[in-house]
């Protein structure tokens, strides 16, 4: 067979493509989109993804010190983890699974010293990242995501208003004021507005929206306080 230095021996792509295709791989993109465009099969990406594979080890004596778990959708709509350096957001590593089993086997294989080196490891709420980071990283304190913190507190008031909300008759005001405007109830008080009323035919009047969320939870103390504890 004729040989030439454009193409490897019994390989009809050339290298020029295969390095066009690892360029893209680089990029934020799908392995897909990047068969497309240089005209080969999505196996060849992952071929060509393959063979430069063992250029990239992963160094065990290095951990930043602020790191960030947590979990995304992949492959089969599979829950995959993820951890990022905390300063840059920059990728760490990428594992298929988010068990506890296969993170503590993960992290156990990096060194004392670069475990050490871990300060701080922000994440959600989910419970067993906190024993992973208790038994890997000795001086890391762990930092809840204000995210989540700011979540928890919007679902628990919006579950007690519709409770409040369903001891009232459909047809009363108290019951129409706390259904129909409820996204107002999940706003900051300082955005709603409080100048220009406007009429609503539920509860058959004009308001502000400041207004409709005032008289909505003076309905119950209980609303009210928690009301003032989200907003704080």
């Known amino acids: 067979m004729a040989q030439s230095r454009l193409t490897d021996k019994y390989c009809c792509i050339s290298n020029a493509s295969k390095l066009k295709i690892l360029s893209a791989l680089t990029e934020d993109r799908s392995m897909t989109s990047i068969a497309r465009e240089n005209n080969v099969s999505v196996n060849t990406v992952q071929r060509v993804l393959g063979n430069c594979s063992h250029r990239f080890i992963d160094s ?26 905390g300063d840059n957001h920059q990728v760490v590593q990428i594992l298929r699974t988010r068990y506890k089993k296969t993170l503590l086997k993960y992290f156990g294989r990096f060194s004392p010293q670069a475990r050490a080196n871990v300060k701080t490891v922000t994440m959600d709420l989910n419970f067993y990242y906190q024993d992973i980071v208790r038994a890997c990283f000795p001086n890391a304190q762990i930092v809840i995501d204000r995210f989540h913190m700011i979540q928890m507190l919007t679902r628990s008031f919006n579950s007690l208003r519709v409770q409040v909300m369903k001891t009232f008759d459909k047809r009363s ?16 008080y300082d955005d709603l507005e409080k100048v220009h009323p406007r009429y609503n035919w539920h509860y058959k009047d004009c308001l502000t929206q400041a207004q409709v969320v005032m008289e909505g939870i003076s309905a119950n103390p209980a609303l009210e306080n928690s009301y003032n504890l989200m907003q704080k």
Do not use: M, N, T
Request: net charge positive.
């Open 60 to 85: 065990y004596e290095y951990l930043p010190a602020h790191l960030a778990f947590d979990e995304f959708k992949g492959v089969d709509r599979q829950l995959h983890f993820i951890c990022l350096d």
């Open 173 to 188: 005001r108290q019951y129409q004021l706390l259904k129909s405007p409820w996204k107002l109830y999940l706003k900051k």
